[in-house]
């Protein structure tokens, strides 16, 4: 997202508040996540595939949401008027383009209207049959897409072949299939936000919700490209009647800190240091271990400073619209530990993780294997949950590798951290007793990460060896 783009959000949510106050909070955070799905889809080679994109979104938030409803809910007013408003503003959207007056080619995608109608009529017959159907297959069915959509968009080959019979489709010519077409922003987040409401319905864990404040929370527009990614009973302490309230000056003052601060992390710390920060190009062109260094520790501060700024954009945003989202970064680099850092870093991402798969496979790994040596199933669990974090990000080899290596520092640094606290005299940590000991291991642990980076920036082992090669 462009700075310009950040400072027209700024305008709008800083409008809204002045003008309205929290009235018709709702309607106006659906209006504006609707034109930012639409708008934020870069443009496609492939055609109309930046228009149906958007649309897949809104239809996948649709079909979670009558999963996880009562039967009755489906049918209540409220819910109709909010589909039907939703297919109402894709239909004005595509009928723009017969407008010569209005010229939105440069910002929107829109196929033929006929195609438009009739995607519309499919997607309410399919919306009738999921109400019919029982919810458990829903379930299924909407994590098998979900998934298999995943993997499409993260694997270059499985792109490539979707980028042909996407063209096939739209009678475009194949030979110009490039699987760097398949581009789906924000898919990771909105999908995890979806999965989350699934497996906690699917738990017992869920309270029944308007399908206007569903599609809010999964698409809402200041969190939707780079989180963080809030829970649903979170988002709903603020979001909701009832909630907690701040008065409307704090909200405004803080949001504005919040994403002054991230554009500054961003848009000036992190855009200077990516200049040169390790890249396929650099990885290649230096030669001497210490410039090589500096560039493995600019990526890895840049990355901090990058995605942190982020996070403050989206948390000021949010809160200039009187909603709290979540904290995602927590002074990482201070920590003296792998396991801390990791709890500090990305720190939605790794709860969502250790919520959805890491404790309760642990648990039934536990249950099941009651012969095998904990340490067993902790390594296991490790580097698992770090390689999936890594497939999280793409689906490619120095990914897999990236988790093997944090997964297995990981398991190291608990080993031997959990060694020193039983043979210390009060049982605390080794980086506890010395402030000395203490600056070491944050300097290790940094180092450490940073080292990590080298696979999760470059594409290839090749690559990636080659700075390894340099440094050492």
């Known amino acids: 997202m462009s700075l310009t783009a950040v400072l027209f959000l700024l305008l709008l949510c800083f409008g809204y508040r002045l003008v309205f106050n929290n009235k018709y909070r709702a309607e106006f955070i659906l209006i504006s996540s609707l034109i930012f799905l639409f ?17 897949a979104t809104l239809f996948l938030g649709i079909l979670a949401w009558v999963i996880i409803s009562p039967r009755e809910m489906l049918i209540e007013k409220t819910n109709i008027k ?39 009529v499919v997607s309410v017959f399919l919306f009738l049959i999921f109400a019919k159907i029982s919810q458990k297959p829903g379930f299924w069915t909407a994590a098998i897409i979900l998934i298999s959509t995943f993997i499409i968009l993260k694997s270059q080959q499985a792109a490539f072949y979707a980028s042909k019979i996407l063209r096939q489709l739209s009678r475009q010519s194949t030979n110009l299939a490039n699987s760097t077409e398949i581009v789906w922003i924000g898919y990771s987040y909105f999908a995890f936000r979806i999965l989350h409401t699934l497996i906690d319905w699917r738990k017992g864990r869920l309270k029944e919700i308007r ?19 809030s829970r649903l009973e979170y988002f709903a302490q603020t979001y909701f009647p009832g909630g907690e309230s701040v008065r409307i000056n704090n909200d405004l003052f803080e949001g504005v800190q919040r994403l002054l601060l991230g554009i500054f ?15 396929q190009n650099l990885a290649h062109q230096i030669t001497s271990p210490v410039w090589m260094w500096m560039s493995v520790i600019a990526y890895s501060v840049r990355l901090y400073f990058d995605f942190s700024g982020y996070t403050h954009i989206a948390i000021g ?26 709890n500090k870093w990305h720190i939605t991402l790794t709860q969502w993780f250790r919520s959805y798969y890491f404790n309760p496979v642990s648990r039934k790994m536990k249950r099941a294997l009651k012969n095998i040596d904990p340490r067993i199933i902790l390594l296991v669990m490790q580097l698992t949950t770090m390689i999936l974090i890594g497939l999280w990000h793409g689906i490619s080899i120095n990914f897999v590798v990236w988790g093997v290596w944090t997964g297995g520092g990981l398991f190291i640094q608990n080993q031997i951290s959990s060694y020193f606290k039983k043979h210390t005299k009060d049982g605390r940590y080794l980086w506890q007793e010395s402030g ?37």
């Open 317 to 342: 945003l949010a809160r200039i619209l009187g909603i709290q989202l979540p904290e995602n970064f927590d002074k990482p680099f201070r920590a003296p530990t792998l396991t801390l850092f990791w």
């Open 39 to 55: 708008w934020i889809q870069p443009k496609s080679a492939i055609r109309g595939f930046d228009f149906w994109i958007p649309y």
């Open 82 to 120: 909010t589909i039907l408003a939703i297919l109402i503003f894709i239909t004005l959207l595509g009928l723009t383009q017969y407008l010569p007056w209005i010229d939105l080619g440069n910002y929107f995608s829109s196929p033929p209207l006929a195609e438009i109608l009739v995607v519309g």
């Open 265 to 279: 992390q961003k848009f000036i710390v992190g855009d200077f240091l990516a200049t040169f920060a390790i890249n």
């Open 436 to 472: 000395l000991v203490k600056i070491v291991s944050i300097s290790f642990t940094f180092l450490f990460v940073s080292l990590g980076w080298v696979w999760f920036a470059l594409p290839t082992i090749d690559d990636s060896m080659q700075v390894l090669k340099v440094l050492f």
């Open 211 to 229: 399908l206007m404040d569903y599609i809010n929370y999964v698409t809402f527009f200041p969190s939707f490209l780079s989180g963080p990614i």
